[in-house]
């Protein structure tokens, strides 16, 4: 079923960009913990585009509203559905592309797994606005984690060929969501700005990489050998349209490393063991060693782009061409920052009620 | 339940390094294959480390035995259960481990994640040994692939700074298996050899990239948006001990690349639809596209290094030193070119099973 | 995961009693199948209350809404999201039970485990009202066996002492849904509701039997060990409020059957296998023999009842009465009938998208 | 997949009647836990027929051996791998039933669902030989029970038309293994022989009834609305082979009763609170009332009986004649009594684990 994720803590996505409806239905969230709607409201905003060059105009509002499992201002322990109504639905304009696959998005790979039902409407099922459901699922698990003193981040760290300096942990607190490529490094803003603009006037897009942090996981979590720490996580980032990459720690640089180099020598610091580098980002057999969990998502350019491309006609089956038209994101990276958060804080609050870490909550 | 993996072809990995034997179970195999212990001995024999410079000199047999689910040469439909016993067990050497865990390894969290209980010896349920049970699920997954006419395939790419030039899907056939680098550039393999020589010299060890592949891949496998085809297969993948990274196609380097660039442009071959470029990796919305499958991971250097390194006392908790003498790979990446096939076959005969691809089993 | 069920026709339920709606999410019904509100809400109207003595009276509307999954008039493949607003609903009754656990219900175990924050105003998660969701499903579920040739039916066969005479498939398809005892055996309706009338002027409550039926399922369907046809029937049925036992074919009454008795001696007949008796309902070794299926449930008299009743304060711990005012089913097993249809339907639905029966649906 | 069974404690089952072996796989059992063989070879002995008339003679010696998960006595946290080797195998007797389905066997749907490759000697994997592995499973579930102090009992209550007395919890712990009938009431125990040694002279069998308890579960235990205590019970116990129907408390008797008969009305015992009755069989919602949980299988008659019996040629597709002779088991019902215990056991350690209560193993 490929619908659904998570043992303990399992969440259900549904809804497509232009039915009536996206959400989420959240099974297995302990009772007792303290959730509003604002709470929700508060992550699902950070999704919304920051008034920048080169994001998308569409002014959903995005409101989220919360129709089971909360009881007086507290989660029951049954299945908590939410879900935001669609309003700004312009759906004509997408009848054009319903045989025209438009290249890069899954037109084409959907049509043909549905037999040509799919709600191809803006990309439908596959359409970014899923995450929506995502991000409030993210929210709730925040909520979750932090009564564990587990703390998760992400922020923007490359958009084409402009890389990010390394942040501290606070300048990625406190820069992300004030600026609105999402990255803590505040002189890079201005870099990666003026590159979507550039784009945007060329009618083309970019992609990028988002960094995904987890602070404060306490050694232990997670096992070998399938389901790993890495391998759910993996599974989870995958499920954000357009991301292509997932690495952790060194990733793929560790490729060209000594062992005498890469490996992460082990130091006692204060009263517990850490070690002095942190290669393995934070896993090591698939289970967290106490150091932060640090994982890194490449995502492709944006797809839809208004440049003449190359399609074909699926009725007739015969070559054809396209021009994407609208509103785009030129960059999609720093939408799907707070979308990387929620999917780091899902994967995470699994397994930290399977380890029984979140215990403020009652029951 | 971090041991099973899979829907309709379900794999339970068992065993530890030291142990009575190593093994696999699977549940969902068809009735009706014709299966020998010869076929799956075939695929774990490639697991062995060719004679070569700086690979371990372990001689265990491995020899596969088939203890249910299989009744005159043919699959019955019923679980199948497939090990090999461990031979070649000398346990004395890691007792002195025991209580300083070893860099890069998952000694210190497997210690702390099973309370001082888990077997130790080897790395235990860590080792790469645990590998062989996937390599012979491989196996059985190959020959219920080749029914639906798909091909898995593997091999390294790179190792340290060392790559290799791009090859044919005939070289990668014809080379990979005659060489100790496992590498379709014939040209690079001497290259590799040699580094490998060097590191094995020096105490110490390097990393790599297999990428992987599979053809004929109808297009309309996967599912969004969890469990999706790139997904699965890195949750899969990151079974493997010492993979850090997984992309697809294009991968990182997307990050970097413009959308009319990477943008896989449609045209009709044939009586098909197919993909100018394959920066997509064969799959667009978590669903194959009809082009080749595409999946790079990285492989971090072997943890195992005879040079002095830092370590702590779990017991006294206190800081010391340790260096691991014995034998050991220089680099894990040949050996684990099968396993990345492996992988790859056993995510995709779910699917296939899925959508009733493999038609010649009876049932 | 407690609110989910099935392998490849996946339902969550969802929803309270007195909470703003309730409903089910369905994953995995096949793209293509004609389906529209008002197929659904012809099945959940038969859950309602006929026009009989004994009967709740609570006015729901009941309006089933469809919010994603549908697009003109056909399912995507997308996640189908099912509900219906609660209307009718008069909470403050339930306050002063808060505390004071109602015999026979769950208000204790719930209380319990989740720590006093479960919905209690109208059993909240535990009510009969979240049946309405199952019937939803069945209602899909049918429409899906129905292109594979099988139907399901259920009837009353017992309330109370008063045992319905066996009845021929064609009068339960022409009778159960003419009569409010839902009873094919129109001699034992009268019976019965007179029955249920004296129940009502005591103030008290009986129970009874219903029987499943599932015709034309072919030879081959389900599996041994676990989730066998009769494991996965028995673990859907249970979910039902209510039921307290299960039996297939004979049942408990074959514990007192000698085996040339109880034995179904094969025979040909037409061009197929079939058996002279049906003493295991439909099922040998967890998997369908061809003949009908027949499963019977018992359902436990209403818990809610006027009479006076012990029960405890559960804030100071101390003893207590109670007797429960307001409209009670005297009797629930009519309006579980077409419950147990739904999930007949939505086990077999489950079972036979595993075999590829339903073909006709595009994919 | 149909041969694993539960969440956090995973059992796979595997082997057939007269393959090399049967067995389980344990995934999920707590790392610390003190384990050797004999533990479970003391389990596996109860199942194995006592000095009686009318038991199968068939002398296996089912020695349980330790595959992986243990080291140095005690759990390492990895899948345990437990078997024993099929030793006294013959199975020419089975070839001339390969086309003759026995009534009552699952031959016949074997045959077809797995197209005539399922290994059909002595039942292959329908035997009741598979329950071997179940009672393996149900030795370890059993220790980590004791940790929580629960206690899994089961006993036989009915041996067709002979009804055991209600016996007290002293009385099953004392009595049960000490006698052939694994019956605590010693007067039905004569009775219930002689009715055996009857039917076994006239070449016949006989069905019976099983109960269960679990005492010391404590309230809480469990969840709506699937996967409820009952459902996973159910689903459990119709693992086991000849089970047709399933009751918890009153059962199918609740149908005949009224509310105010039915209902447990609750009083405060000691610092807790009980019911006066338990009618429920100790579950209300799902969910466990601290009350003894108590659970009835009925088993139906062995099908294998020496009388002629009709059945077909699946080949020619014609009426035949088969009598099964050799030996067997004229009521199969005392020798599930420990299956129906360990069902009981796996079944609660896997709900245990999730609510933490075996704490005092390591982790």
Same mark, same amino acid.
């Given at each position: 079923?490929?619908?659904?994720?998570?043992?303990?803590?399992?969440?259900?996505?549904?809804?497509?960009?232009?039915?009536?409806?996206?959400?989420?239905?959240?099974?297995?969230?302990?009772?007792?913990?303290?959730?509003?709607?604002?709470?929700?409201?508060?992550?699902?905003?950070?999704?919304?585009?920051?008034?920048?060059?080169?994001?998308?105009?569409?002014?959903?509002?995005?409101?989220?509203?919360?129709?089971?499992?909360?009881?007086?201002?507290?989660?029951?322990?049954?299945?908590?559905?939410?879900?935001?109504?669609?309003?700004?639905?312009?759906?004509?304009?997408?009848?054009?592309?319903?045989?025209?696959?438009?290249?890069?998005?899954?037109?084409?790979?959907?049509?043909?797994?549905?037999?040509?039902?799919?709600?191809?409407?803006?990309?439908?099922?596959?359409?970014?606005?899923?995450?929506?459901?995502?991000?409030?699922?993210?929210?709730?698990?925040?909520?979750?984690?932090?009564?564990?003193?587990?703390?998760?981040?992400?922020?923007?760290?490359?958009?084409?060929?402009?890389?990010?300096?390394?942040?501290?942990?606070?300048?990625?607190?406190?820069?992300?969501?004030?600026?609105?490529?999402?990255?803590?490094?505040? =002189? /890079?803003? &201005?870099?990666? *700005? +003026?590159?979507?603009?550039? #784009?945007?006037?060329? $009618? @083309?897009?970019?992609?990028? %990489?988002?960094?995904?942090?987890?602070?404060?996981?306490?050694?232990?979590?997670?096992?070998?050998?399938?389901?790993?720490?890495?391998?759910?996580?993996?599974?989870?980032?995958?499920?954000?349209?357009?991301?292509?990459?997932?690495?952790?720690?060194?990733?793929?640089? =560790? /490729?060209? &490393?000594?062992? *005498? +180099?890469?490996?992460?020598? #082990?130091?006692?610091? $204060? @009263?517990?063991?850490?070690? %002095?580098?942190?290669?393995?980002?934070?896993?090591?057999?698939?289970?967290?060693?106490?150091?932060?969990?640090?994982?890194?998502?490449?995502?492709?350019?944006?797809?839809?782009?208004?440049?003449?491309?190359?399609?074909?006609?699926?009725?007739?089956?015969?070559?054809?061409?396209?021009?994407?038209?609208?509103?785009?994101?030129?960059?999609?990276?720093?939408?799907?920052?707070?979308?990387?958060?929620?999917?780091?804080?899902?994967?995470?609050?699994?397994?930290?009620?399977?380890?029984?870490?979140?215990?403020?909550?009652?029951?």
């Amino acid at each position: 079923m490929s619908n659904s994720f998570g043992e303990l803590f399992r969440i259900m996505s549904f809804g497509e960009s232009h039915g009536p409806c996206v959400g989420i239905m959240i099974d297995g969230c302990p009772a007792g913990l303290q959730l509003q709607a604002e709470d929700i409201q508060f992550e699902v905003d950070k999704r919304r585009p920051a008034a920048a060059a080169g994001q998308t105009a569409r002014a959903e509002e995005d409101k989220v509203e919360i129709l089971s499992g909360v009881f007086r201002g507290h989660t029951t322990g049954a299945p908590i559905l939410l879900l935001a109504w669609n309003m700004d639905v312009r759906s004509d304009q997408y009848e054009k592309f319903r045989f025209f696959p438009r290249p890069g998005h899954a037109d084409f790979t959907g049509y043909l797994k549905y037999g040509g039902f799919n709600d191809y409407r803006g990309g439908g099922r596959f359409s970014g606005r899923v995450t929506l459901g995502l991000v409030m699922a993210g929210a709730i698990a925040k909520k979750l984690l932090r009564l564990a003193g587990i703390e998760v981040l992400a922020h923007t760290v490359q958009i084409g060929e402009i890389e990010a300096n390394a942040s501290s942990t606070d300048d990625i607190r406190r820069n992300v969501y004030e600026n609105p490529m999402r990255c803590a490094d505040t =002189a /890079a803003v &201005k870099k990666m *700005s +003026e590159l979507i603009e550039r #784009f945007a006037k060329e $009618g @083309d897009s970019i992609g990028g %990489v988002i960094e995904g942090l987890a602070l404060n996981v306490p050694a232990g979590i997670g096992e070998p050998i399938f389901d790993s720490l890495e391998g759910q996580l993996a599974n989870a980032l995958f499920a954000i349209p357009a991301v292509k990459g997932v690495e952790f720690g060194a990733g793929f640089s =560790a /490729a060209k &490393k000594r062992g *005498s +180099e890469n490996n992460d020598q #082990f130091i006692i610091k $204060g @009263d517990k063991v850490a070690t %002095v580098t942190n290669n393995a980002g934070g896993i090591l057999g698939g289970i967290s060693t106490g150091m932060p969990v640090v994982v890194r998502v490449a995502i492709k350019p944006t797809p839809s782009i208004s440049r003449i491309q190359k399609t074909v006609n699926l009725k007739e089956m015969e070559g054809s061409e396209l021009s994407i038209g609208g509103r785009h994101d030129v960059c999609i990276v720093p939408r799907a920052v707070v979308v990387v958060e929620a999917m780091l804080a899902v994967v995470l609050v699994d397994f930290a009620l399977g380890e029984r870490l979140i215990t403020r909550v009652i029951k």
